[in-house]
């Protein structure tokens, strides 16, 4: 039983072929699971299904396999047959988009188009990619299957098990709560790959069990590293690995919260995201691994980089397959470091250059960060605020925009403490106070900077690491707040009255917060990475 997604999916092929669209398209790599639906829509209109592969000809479709033809039919003849043929059908062309660079198919699909429009005969063209030459523009209509949801996929898991338990009871060990944790750990897998991943976790170790979650995890990780354009990062960082933020971890305590089924029941709808504006090294990228962890869900990373990237094909289409990635593995956080570089194309005359690629990239982005359902909560960080074009700020893109500052003085004693753990010391032996006075100024990034440069000194001596080591590691380091202090002040200035502030406004535990700027005599240093942490 088809439900949800793919109901509708099937509800409006049903609604576009007895409306006599002549011409669907439908972008989908599950070529025989989307058979299968079109085969009982073919049943209910009554009508027969065929199937056109170029290796295979022409078949009439025997669910979701098709039967043998006699001989291999081109593109060309094909369509010269459906054309001439009488009565209703339906007609499915597997990897059609593959001929469009001959003009003569692609003229044979017009004409084809314009005399279906009087007939009860539907082409359905599937391909896992959208190509369309401009000829076609108008005679065909796009439509994405969606990937399978729950219910698709406890049905196939329960398949799997009957199986299973069939050949020998004991190769099914999952209770119901398990089977719910393999069933969100496969969203977001097509259901050939979920199915793949059950099996594969089955043979695995003999029998299917709960701790197998992690092997579907893997499976996973491998589908969306191979749409090219998101990566699965592994979400380990927690809240207390990151020093400060006091508002915006508050604030994103609550949005956890509603996660919850109830939150939809009391009115509250899905989180859609948040804007992270501030100085590079102040703890923004970090943030997004610590919601996807404190939430439990997965965190995906959207490079900008790649989807205008030529050696990926169209920038629109890379953008629409990681969207529907995205949407397929929800509930998840989508990642999008430095939002202002990946777009700056989207606006203005740089635009223009590229013949609006980066202006329809940029739209469908924003169309899809409003309308989205699907429970992907979008975490965007930028540095340049002027960068920024007005439309991404605007309400309804984001719940909220923060601006994260360098950290005050408590801040930057957390976040000693926090490097100094990470790297096997005990704070309590240190003067962090003293410390963090000495850094003011710093971020995030430079503090973890100093502590690594105070561990090379220590070892360079023979001794163990001291408060001495890393106020002078401290002492020898400019921070970004003297070499671009005027940035910093336009992003303070900017922010002061269009974002909300990331840290609660708290006093310096010997009295008054130092200036969080201040010159220092050593030169200038390179780039350095690192979070606010």
């Known amino acids: ?53 170029a290796t295979r000809g022409l078949a009439v479709s025997q669910g979701a396999r098709s039967a043998e033809a006699p001989r291999p039919v081109t593109a060309a003849e094909v369509l010269d047959r459906i054309r001439s043929q009488e009565g209703a059908g ?15 198919v692609v003229r044979r699909l017009r004409d084809l188009a314009g005399t279906l429009e009087d007939t009860r005969r539907s082409v359905v ?79 695995t170790d003999g029998a299917l069990r709960g701790v197998d979650v992690a092997l579907v995890l893997a499976e996973k990780c491998q589908a969306i590293r191979k749409s090219g354009m998101l990566e699965f990062h592994p979400a380990e960082t927690t809240l207390a690995d990151v020093g400060g933020l006091v508002r915006l971890k508050d604030w994103l305590r609550r949005r956890g919260k509603a996660l919850d ?17 501030g100085a590079p090294g102040c703890g923004k990228s970090l943030t997004a691994k610590v919601v996807a962890n404190a939430w439990k869900i997965p965190l995906l990373h959207l490079d900008l980089g790649r989807v205008f990237s030529g050696l990926l094909g169209s920038s629109e289409e890379n953008m629409r397959r990681a969207l529907r990635v995205a949407d397929g593995v929800a509930p998840a956080v989508l990642w999008i470091d430095e939002i202002e570089k990946g777009l700056a194309g989207g606006t203005g005359r740089s635009g223009e250059m590229d013949g609006g690629t980066a202006q329809r990239v940029f739209g469908s982005l924003l169309t899809w960060m409003s309308e989205q359902t699907s429970g992907v909560f979008v975490v965007a960080t930028a540095n340049r605020i002027e960068s920024l074009p007005p439309e991404l700020l605007r309400r309804g893109r984001f719940d909220e925009v923060f601006f994260v500052d360098l950290p005050d003085t408590e801040a930057r004693a957390e976040i000693l403490a926090i490097h100094l753990r990470r790297r096997g010391r005990d704070p309590a032996g240190f003067d962090l106070v003293t410390l963090a006075e000495k850094c003011a100024g710093f971020s995030g990034a430079e503090i973890e900077h100093c502590v690594v440069e105070g561990l090379y000194a220590a070892f360079d001596l023979g001794h163990a690491l001291t408060t001495e080591d890393l106020a002078r590691a401290i002492a020898e380091t400019t921070p970004l707040s003297v070499t671009s202090a005027e940035e910093i002040e336009r992003m303070r200035t900017w922010a002061s009255s269009r974002a909300r502030p990331a840290d609660a406004p708290r006093r310096s535990p010997t009295g008054p917060a130092l200036p969080l700027v201040r010159p220092r005599p050593a030169p200038p240093r390179g780039p350095r990475s690192g979070g606010r942490v």
Request: charged share 25%.
């Open 1 to 53: 039983m088809t439900t949800g997604a793919a109901a509708r999916f099937v509800e409006q092929m049903d609604l576009l072929i007895r409306a006599r669209y002549p011409v669907l398209y439908v972008v989908t790599h599950e070529e025989a699971r989307l058979e299968s639906l079109l085969a009982d829509l073919a049943r209910r209109q009554g009508k027969p299904l065929s199937v056109w592969t």
């Open 261 to 277: 089924t109830g939150a939809r029941e009391f009115g509250l709808p899905p989180a859609r995201g948040v804007l992270l504006l």
């Open 90 to 104: 339906l007609f499915l062309l597997r990897d059609l988009h593959a001929f469009f660079e001959d003009p003569l």
């Open 125 to 203: 063209i599937s391909a896992p990619r959208l190509t369309l030459p401009p000829e076609l523009e108008k005679d065909v209509t796009v439509l994405d299957l969606p990937l399978p949801e729950p219910d698709e996929l406890r049905a196939l898991l329960r398949s799997l098990c009957e199986q299973l338990h069939d050949d020998d009871p004991k190769r099914v060990q999952i209770g119901r709560e398990d089977a719910e944790a393999l069933v969100r750990a496969a969203q977001g897998l097509t259901l050939a790959e979920a199915e793949n991943a059950f099996a594969r976790a089955a043979v």
